[in-house]
Nanobody
């Protein structure tokens, strides 16, 4: 079973940037789709950005133009570059695949706090 570890979260001021990393235990080249999700306090988890094995990407409307998802196949790592952060971006961010998601498997996530 694929193991995933998220990292890179922290406290950042509004307008700042962070880069999150998603380390995957197997070749991401073989994973059809992998995505970043987030869950803010009191809200449902939502998809933020996804990338396919052909490098096609999609984004939630709320982050388009500010966030960029990318991957490094040699490192089996997926990144989420987050720029122009807003307080409403505060959440725990998770990385996951459809197979793990359908089984209810989630990692610990990484906390992003945007505050002055």
């Amino acid at each position: 079973q694929v193991q995933i570890v998220e990292s890179g979260g922290g406290l950042v001021q509004p307008g700042g940037s962070l880069r999150l990393s998603c380390a995957v235990s197997e070749s991401i080249f073989s994973i059809a789709f992998i995505a970043w999700y987030r869950q803010a306090p009191g809200k449902q988890r939502e998809l933020v950005a996804g990338i396919t094995n052909t490098a096609s990407t999609n984004y939630a409307d709320s982050v388009k133009g500010r966030f960029t998802i990318s991957r490094d196949i040699s490192k089996n790592t997926v990144y989420l570059q987050m720029n122009s952060l807003k307080p409403e971006d505060t959440a725990v961010y998770y990385c996951n695949t459809p197979l793990r998601l359908n089984k209810g498997n989630w990692g610990k996530g990484t906390l992003v706090t945007v505050s002055s």
